[in-house]
Each structure stands twice: as structure tokens, then as C-alpha cells.
């Protein structure tokens, strides 16, 4: 899976070592690192575990989040993706974007290979991020964030939007959805350069929570797991702030999860956790609804 920010995992590690007595736990935010493999924090710098890559274009809402490092310079660190829910509205992880100035976030799009494929005219800066305002760093609870982007992003045959779900509808237990990202191949290992993508089945919260409840960790309704008993397929750091998508009955992907952690990444009974999209469609349209009338397209 994916990891959050350095300090968060930092915080996250601290109240784990005081609250949970084995240390093979550790609590994976899904963000950071896909560029800065430097820093020596176990969090940090995961991607798709046992997926495979995607084509250009089979993944049109999926966004990288970027921050740029200096003001002065044109080095952009690719940290966590999004999801794009129109022309001007991306998605993704409070965990991402929490404490960052919005003035060094950028978002991507249509990017297949990020190290060789991105260029600074694919680059959109951000006009506000709205962070959930009950994020819980410790729960995880409401990592969902909005981004309002600086001008409208061109929607072509490799960039589109992807629905919402209706509010509290879910995709039921065991239906196959699809995460995608730059995140590690390996659990500690470096970022992908290629988009990568695995297909992982939506995993009951009572089953979820009777595996993480032996490590004290609780899954709320507000979150989904995916994945397998077994482990080998998941998300990993860097993946943090993408789509677990699912396709609906009409064969319509829909915004099911967006990525927030887990521990370890691909370990057997420690599925991703997902923010639930379904259970924050009331704030979503609360702050970017009157939006999306205007400007959300279909391609
Ligand atoms: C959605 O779920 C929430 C939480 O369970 C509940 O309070 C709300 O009434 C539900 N809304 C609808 C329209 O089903
Ligand atoms: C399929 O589902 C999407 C998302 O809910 C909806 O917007 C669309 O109208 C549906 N299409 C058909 C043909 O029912």
C-alpha cells in the first residue's frame, strides 16, 4: 500500500509503538515517495503489489499529485495520486495533502510513465484543497480530500472523469474492482515509473475488522477493504489518494474507495483500507456540486 506524509507516519508509529505490543505492526499510510527514496522511514515509497501494468489511457481519472520542492526549482515530486470527478475536480487523501501549501501541489493527468512521460505543461497548480475537516490521523477515518484545479483540465481519449457512487450505495462483498498507481511493487521498495494496476475484491467490514482487530486496528463503516485473505495484491506507498474503482451493473466504473492504508502492503489478512466515496457524497457535492453541472463530462 500506499503511505501518507513523513510526519504523519512518524506520529503513526509512535502511538503504535505505545498502543500495540507486536512490532511487526506498522501502519502504512499510502503515500509519499516515488521520487525521494532518501529518507529511511518504513512508511514510505510503496506501489501496486503483485499487479501488473496498465496501458496509457485505461485508468483516463487517474491523476499524480505533485509537489514541487523548491520554489525556485522545477523538480516536482510525484507523492500520491487522484482521481478526477470533472474538468476543474480531482480527489484524493487528506493523508496527502495535509499541511501542504497549496501553492506547491500540481496535478497530472494522462500520465502513463511518470518519470519519462511528464512535462511541465501537464502540469495544473491547484486554486483550493479542502481537506475533511474530522480527518483522523489515527483512525484514518474521512481521508478524503477535494482539489480544485487552477483552470480546466482537457479531457481527450487518455483523460476523463469517473462517476460517483449514489450516497450510501456500495459495492457489494466480493465484487472485483480495480486500484491503480505509481506506488512500490514490494512493500518498502522504490516507486514505479509505469502505472500499474491489480484487480482485488471488495472484503466485508466484519471480516476486515476480525482480521485487523488481532493488531487493534478498527475498520469503520466509513472505509472498505480490499483484497485477499492470502495478501499478494494490494496497494503500497505512493498509491495513496488513488482509485479502488468498481465497476457498476451497467459496466460503469464508479468511485468506490480512494486509497488510505494499510499494514505492510500484499501481507495475508491485512487487505488496503479505502475511504468509503459513498458515505462523503453529501460533502463532496456540498463543496464542488454546484460544479459539476456545469462542467462534468463524460468520455
Ligand atoms: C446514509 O447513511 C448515513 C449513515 O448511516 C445515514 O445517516 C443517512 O440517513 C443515509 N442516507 C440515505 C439517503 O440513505
Ligand atoms: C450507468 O451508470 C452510470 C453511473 O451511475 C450512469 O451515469 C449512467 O446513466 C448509466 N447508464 C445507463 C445506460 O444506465
Request: charged share 15%; with cysteine.
Amino acid at each position: 500500500m500506499v503511505s501518507r506524509t513523513a510526519c504523519l507516519l512518524i506520529a503513526l508509529a509512535a502511538f503504535l509503538a505505545k498502543h500495540v505490543s507486536s512490532d511487526e505492526v506498522f501502519v502504512i499510510p499510502k503515500a509519499p515517495d516515488l521520487a525521494d527514496q532518501t529518507n529511511d522511514n518504513p512508511g514510505h515509497s510503496q506501489r501496486i503489489v503483485g499487479g501488473t501494468e496498465s496501458y496509457l489511457g485505461e485508468f483516463p481519472w487517474q491523476g499524480l499529485l505533485l509537489e514541487q520542492l523548491s520554489s525556485i526549482s522545477n523538480f516536482y515530486r510525484p507523492f500520491c495520486g487522484c482521481s478526477l470527478l470533472s474538468n476543474t475536480w480531482a480527489i484524493t487523501a487528506t493523508h496527502c495533502t495535509e499541511g501542504k501549501t497549496t501553492s506547491i501541489l500540481y496535478v497530472a493527468f494522462g500520465i502513463f510513465d511518470q518519470e519519462n512521460d511528464l512535462d511541465l505543461s501537464d502540469l495544473y497548480s491547484l486554486l483550493s484543497v479542502y481537506d475533511h475537516p474530522d480527518y483522523n490521523s489515527v483512525t484514518s477515518r474521512n481521508d478524503i480530500s477535494l482539489l480544485r484545479i487552477n483552470g480546466a483540465v482537457t479531457f481527450n481519449s487518455v483523460i476523463g472523469s469517473i462517476a460517483l457512487p449514489l450516497l450510501n450505495v456500495s459495492a457489494s462483498p466480493g465484487t472485483t474492482c480495480v486500484i491503480s498507481g505509481w506506488g512500490s511493487t514490494v512493500y518498502q521498495g522504490t516507486g514505479s515509473s509505469t502505472l500499474r494496476k491489480a484487480d482485488v475484491p471488495i472484503i466485508d467490514n466484519y471480516i476486515c475488522n476480525s482480521w485487523y482487530n488481532s493488531v487493534r486496528i478498527t475498520i469503520y463503516s466509513d472505509q472498505v477493504c480490499a483484497g485477499y485473505e492470502l495478501g499478494g495484491v494490494d496497494t503500497c506507498q505512493g498509491d495513496s489518494g488513488g482509485p479502488l474503482a468498481c465497476k457498476n451493473s451497467n459496466g460503469t466504473y464508479l468511485l468506490e474507495g480512494i486509497t488510505s492504508f494499510g499494514v505492510g502492503c500484499a501481507t495475508a489478512e491485512r487487505p488496503g483500507v479505502y475511504t468509503r466515496v459513498s458515505d462523503y457524497i453529501n460533502w463532496i457535492g456540498g463543496i464542488a456540486g454546484k460544479y459539476f453541472k456545469k462542467s462534468c463530462s463524460v468520455i
